[in-house]
Nanobody, 115 residues
Framework: QGQLVESGGGLVQAGGSLRLSCVVS????????MGWYRQAPGKQRELVAA???????NYADSVKGRFTISRDNAKTKVYLQMSSLKPEDTAVYYC?????????WGQGTQVTVSS
């Protein structure tokens, strides 16, 4: 059974940058889309960015122009480059891998943006 392992979170000042990484550890069969979600305290989990096997990506309006999602050719890693970070970007960020049968989730990585 495969797992998603995230890294790259941390504390950064407003205006700064962070790069999140997610690696598929083990085997997850038939991954289609991969993406990043986030959940702030007291709020629902929301989509930040997603990328298909074909390389098409979509973003939440709140991060367009600031965040970039990318994926390696082997489709076992996904990255989220975050720039011009704002305090409202503070949340736990989760990696997601979607198969025809199941959504796989990572354990989450905390991103805190100080003002």
């Amino acid at each position: 059974q495969g797992q998603l392992v995230e890294s790259g979170g941390g504390l950064v000042q407003a205006g700064g940058s962070l790069r999140l990484s997610c690696v598929v550890s083990g085997s997850i069969i038939r991954i289609n889309d991969m993406g990043w979600y986030r959940q702030a305290p007291g709020k629902q989990r929301e989509l930040v960015a997603a990328i298909t096997n074909g390389g098409s990506s979509n973003y939440a309006d709140s991060v367009k122009g600031r965040f970039t999602i990318s994926r390696d050719n082997a489709k076992t890693k996904v990255y989220l480059q975050m720039s011009s970070l704002k305090p409202e970007d503070t949340a736990v960020y989760y990696c997601n891998a979607r198969t025809p049968w199941y959504d796989h989730w990572g354990q989450g990585t905390q991103v805190t943006v100080s003002s």
